[in-house]
């Protein structure tokens, strides 16, 4: 029997919860902070030392050592330093752990390594933390003890966004007072705020840890750069929400533990479509929230994978010839007083706020697809969006039947007058139960899905932070509501008005939707001739930040200045150069230090073997004919290992970082592809036990 573990009991027991701070806090302090977090302002100095001390006795109790200021700078993952609780003794050499209110509002992080694109010159280094009251404060346990950590963020001197969070909480704020106007026409006084709300699917790969020792490539790149592809892959379709195997199950039950101490809601797990790959989804919540709490997501799944000795790959797309991964952005607005604005109802064509609410996104989706796609490219993006089981690199909108048919009589007709329904599901089992179907079916191939009752943003990369995508919806979605409301505010006659506008935007817009296969190559020539934008990577997404129109959208909001859209533009360029970089250079030695030393040494059993048979007077054909074969691809990784060094060589002395991030992609990963292709071939001509790398059937099979 397997220990019982009570989920009640340990949820959120390493978090600062608001019990725990109704139970230490006085009551008028307590009222301060819960005041703060939900309304906003400033907590008083007086307040911030005594939550301060309630916090540190907290985290003491609770074995911790340290504190930290837990940020997300424009790494993509998060950053801590860790700084004790000791104090300078008395006279008579007693220490008393000390913790102010100044400490845990504001850190100051000698963080001049961290990319700012310019925003910092080394030389005006500062940087400081502040206090994201509304991100409960957590333990985190690990061999370095337990540390106290604050969700924080990360600005420069002068006030500038140098993380991913400052942007998201901005935009927060925007989305929130502009879809307040929207409900306000609609007579819902009783709100004050509409909070985005976010429920990150996340996938994974699990694979044994001495077999990820073993690959160069995985530890330097997170992916494999060489490798043939197994016999069997995806095909049978046999993985997804297949039976979990023991090792995978007992890593997943440890996992759930450690998440739910730390208050994340891990909810549903299942394996994914390709072999050794999994997914975990917490419940929604708060889009900062949710974002903090994916980042300890992805750190959980690796400090758990290592005790179960297996290696967990957040990579986009750690195997090629098998699915990558993603990480599905579910997204909402829901107001205080409870209502789902993306909530239809049973009759969505008569839910005029309804309406109007999707006629806003569908207009922001249209008008920023190319922000939207930008927000969720990464480096190793590039190899998903597009590719065949990906969402596609083009923005579109899945309404599902009855959405879309409502559309279509409110553009055709102006008004909606009839809804299709679900009905009912008839098995065709007299014992099972019949039951109403939902209205739409599902489309797995929109990057853009209406699910219900929100959105779910398919295109995000498993490894990236959530912050981007959740800020630019936020920011795009906020315009449309001011535009919105601007027109509504002053109507007349609001009925007349609010049906023009959204007859007018769904026929303007009307472009965007698309309820058909997103996979299919046709999808692609129609998409351009509806001059929907088609960015196919990372580096040819990165302007999208600068042009008018999107640098008009944020600063309108104050979500972004143009210096800070113009560094982060410099700072995506860096990442992905740097990246492309790293991958080259593993390439090159795992080329010349392994795989052309394997062939060599190959090549030389199998000449031997030729000599001995020709002696023995018999025919040597066979082996002499493999042993030109493997001197060829011998030749050739050598021919592409030459290209791809000096296509290094070049790229290296490119100083400006657009064009370097271009010659990566144009120019290195290329001759990377071309060295690869000759290695992987020789893979499939060598006997196994001279092969020097696990190969995809060892990685991926045998967990
Ligand atoms: P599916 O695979 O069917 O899309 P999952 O259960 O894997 O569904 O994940 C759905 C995610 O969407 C979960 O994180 C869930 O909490 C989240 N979600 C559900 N309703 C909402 C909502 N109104 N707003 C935002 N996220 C939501
Ligand atoms: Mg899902």
Redesign the pocket.
């Known amino acids: 029997m397997s220990e019982v573990i009570n989920v009640e009991e340990i949820f959120a027991s390493k978090v600062f919860t608001r019990a725990t701070m109704k139970e230490r806090l006085p009551k008028n302090v307590y009222k301060e902070v819960t005041n703060v977090m939900d309304r906003g302002g400033e907590l008083s100095p007086a307040a911030a030392d005594v939550v301060a001390k309630a916090m540190k006795d907290w985290a003491v109790e609770n074995g911790a050592t340290h504190y930290t200021h837990w940020f997300q700078p424009l790494t993509g993952i998060t950053a801590e330093k860790h700084d004790s609780f000791v104090s300078h003794p008395d006279e008579s050499g007693k220490m008393i752990m000390d913790f102010s209110g100044k400490e845990l509002i504001k850190g100051e992080p000698d963080a001049s390594s961290f990319p700012s694109g310019g925003l910092r010159a080394t030389f005006e280094a500062r940087g400081y933390t502040a206090w994201d009251i509304t991100s409960p404060a957590f333990l985190k346990e690990d061999a370095t003890g337990v540390i106290l950590c604050i969700p924080t963020a990360f600005c420069s001197y002068k006030g500038e966004a140098l993380d991913k969070k400052t942007p998201l909480l901005r935009s927060m704020e925007a989305i929130s007072e502009q879809a307040l106007r929207i409900v306000r026409l609609f007579g819902n006084d009783g709100a004050t705020k509409v909070v985005a ?3 990150p ?1 996340q996938e994974y790969f699990l694979i044994d840890r001495e077999k990820y020792l073993k690959r160069p490539d995985l530890i330097f790149a997170g992916r494999t750069l060489f490798g043939a592809p197994a016999p069997k892959g995806q095909e049978m379709e046999d993985h997804y929400f297949g039976t979990i195997r023991e090792r995978v199950g007992a890593y997943m039950k440890d996992l759930n533990i450690e998440l739910w101490k730390l208050g994340v809601t891990a ?2 797990q299942h394996n994914e479509v390709a072999p050794a790959q999994h997914e975990l ?4 919540e708060t889009a900062n929230i949710a974002v903090d709490h994916n980042q300890l997501v992805m750190e959980t799944m690796k400090k758990v994978a290592g005790r179960h000795g297996m290696t967990c790959l957040l990579h986009e797309k750690p195997f090629a010839g098998v699915n990558g991964s993603g990480k ?1 952005n ?3 607005l829901t107001t205080d007083n409870g209502v ?1 604005l993306l909530d239809p109802g049973d009759t969505p064509n008569e839910n005029i706020q309804f309406l109007l609410v999707l006629a806003c996104i569908i207009k922001a989706v249209d008008i920023h697809a190319d922000l939207l796609r930008q927000s969720a490219s990464d480096v190793g993006n590039d190899h998903r969006l597009g590719a065949n089981e990906a969402p596609p690199a083009i923005i579109s909108i899945f309404l599902g039947e009855q959405l879309e048919d409502v559309v279509r009589q409110l553009v055709e007709t102006g008004e909606a007058a009839h809804v299709l329904q679900g009905g009912k599901l008839d098995t065709g089992v007299s014992t099972l139960p019949d039951f109403e179907k939902d209205a739409t079916d599902r489309n797995r191939t929109s990057p853009f899905a209406f ?1 219900g ?2 959105f ?1 943003f398919r295109m995000v990369g498993s490894a990236d932070s959530a912050a981007s995508p959740n800020t630019i919806l936020n920011a795009m979605i906020a315009e449309a509501f001011c535009e919105a409301a601007d027109v509504l505010e002053k109507a007349d006659d609001f009925e007349l008005a609010v049906h023009d506008l959204i007859k007018e935007y769904l026929t303007d817009h009307q472009r965007i939707i698309f309820n058909g296969n997103g996979y299919a190559p046709e999808w692609v020539a129609e998409a351009e001739r509806r001059g929907l934008p088609n960015i196919k990577s990372m580096v040819e997404a990165v302007d999208t930040l600068t042009t008018e129109k999107s640098v008009k959208l944020f600063e309108k909001f104050g979500i972004f200045t143009r210096a800070e859209l113009e560094s982060r533009e410099e700072v995506l360029y860096e990442i992905y150069a740097k990246s492309i970089n790293i991958e080259a250079l593993t390439m090159i030695d795992m080329a010349s230090k392994q795989i052309i030393p394997a062939l060599i040494k190959y090549s030389k059993s199998l000449a031997d073997t030729v000599i001995a048979v020709k002696e023995a007077g018999a025919d040597a054909s066979v082996t002499a004919g493999l042993l030109k074969e493997v001197s060829e691809k011998l030749s050739a990784m050598k021919t592409a290992l030459v290209k791809l060094e000096e296509a290094e060589e070049k790229a290296n002395a490119i100083t400006n970082a657009k064009e370097q991030a271009f010659y990566y992609k144009d120019v290195v990963k290329e001759a990377m592809e071309e060295l690869r292709t000759p290695a992987d071939e020789a893979e499939m001509l060598v006997d196994k036990k001279v092969w020097p790398l696990p190969t995809y059937g060892d990685m991926i099979f045998e967990v």
């Open positions: 709300s976010v429920g699917e909810k549903t989804a917490p419940i929604y599905h579910n997204w909402s789902n699910t009752n929100k779910e």
